[in-house]
């Protein structure tokens, strides 16, 4: 897994947000200069970045937990990462789509033989009372 410099990573997206530093201090209830001391640090406590996560609307855990083994799969030894997951899930998604997609065509089919076959039975009861 790849070393994350979150400071770093804060810092980027502060620059692209609609604070200044100053105003992202005082949301955080920091002062300007604990916010570049932020910016240097590879580590940070969990409680802070969780503020600062929510401040500037950005999911900084996800940095972490993107490649961290999230689910064992019952069966099996071991755990599955949560990119694997995801790509797993992407795959059943398209199966399903397509899955879905034949579905639709054999309702429209059946809905169509069903009006055929109402148009038929109206025309025998048509001819049933003549």
Do not use: C
């Amino acid at each position: 897994m790849a070393k994350v410099h979150i400071g770093k990573k804060i810092k980027e997206v502060l620059v692209e947000s609609k604070f200044s530093v100053i105003e992202f201090a005082e949301k955080i209830s920091r002062t300007r200069d604990v916010v570049y001391k932020i910016f240097a640090k590879e580590n940070i406590d969990t409680g802070l970045l969780q503020k600062i996560s929510q401040v500037l609307e950005h999911d900084f855990f996800s940095y972490y937990s993107h490649e961290l083994p999230i689910v064992k799969e019952p069966g099996k030894v071991g755990y599955t990462k949560k990119t694997d997951l995801i790509s797993s899930m992407g795959e059943d998604m398209k199966a399903m789509k397509k899955k879905l997609a034949e579905w639709e065509e054999k309702y429209e089919t059946l809905q169509k033989l069903s009006r055929l076959q109402e148009e038929k039975l109206g025309k025998l009861e048509k001819k049933g009372k003549k």
